[in-house]
């Protein structure tokens, strides 16, 4: 099945105009203009940003329909694929997101724009908790593009998370996957985008 609609969820503190979301959408607009590409501004409530995804995606089909995500936005590409049961691409995902976002709470910056401020909020654990899909089976293909090198995440806890996902394991490499340019064919691949 070809992927004709596709979903791109950004990381905490990012925005659709991160490096990897752009190229993506570029990617998708050169090679691909027939793919639905959609990546929304996710609001720092993950319930208010997966029912935003919900929303958005209500119409979608779901047979052909995927997902990417990067860091947090992998953490919910997980419950996205559980709950569409679809195909996903995990960048960097945030395994466990409740127990590692607890420093942030408080006033907080976004990386593409330092002016541009929001409040993360203690409540906002409990809601990632609720999302938090471990321990059940892959609704659907998983691909996961983990590295070494990654300066935020533990490459070792990504691995365990998804031992069914097709896996490219990356002997360097950093959180921001500087590289993704490189991986966009694999991508596509195993997406079968339109």
């Known amino acids: 099945m070809t992927t004709t609609h596709l979903l791109y969820l950004h990381g905490f503190r ?4 991160s490096a990897k979301a752009r190229q993506m959408a570029a990617h998708v607009a050169q090679y691909h203009p027939g793919v639905t590409f959609w990546c929304p501004q996710l609001p720092p409530s993950p319930q ?24 947090l936005g992998g953490f919910y590409a997980s419950w996205v694929a559980q709950q569409a049961r679809c195909p996903s691409v995990m960048l960097n995902p945030a395994v466990d997101p409740a127990r590692d976002l607890q420093r ?3 006033e907080q910056t976004t990386w593409q724009n330092p002016s541009e401020r929001f409040y993360f909020r203690a409540e906002y ?17 998983e691909l996961a593009i983990i590295a070494k090198g990654d300066e935020v995440l533990d490459w070792r806890e990504m691995v365990g998370r998804y031992p069914l996902a097709e896996l490219c394991l990356l002997e360097g490499g950093e959180h921001a996957l500087s590289d993704f340019a490189e991986h966009l064919p694999r991508i ?6 339109a």
């Not at 990012?14 to 105009?17: A, E, G, Q």
């Not at 654990?125 to 293909?141: H, W």
């Not at 596509?188 to 985008?193: A, H, I, K, V, Y």
């Open 14 to 17: 990012s925005s659709p105009s």
């Open 48 to 71: 208010a940003a997966m029912a935003l995804v919900a929303q958005g995606i209500a119409q979608w089909p779901r047979d052909c329909m995927a997902v990417i995500g990067s860091s």
């Open 104 to 106: 942030y709470i408080g």
């Open 125 to 141: 654990i409990g809601e990632l908790q609720a999302l938090d899909v471990r321990g059940k089976p892959p609704a659907a293909p």
């Open 188 to 193: 596509t691949q195993f997406l079968r985008l």
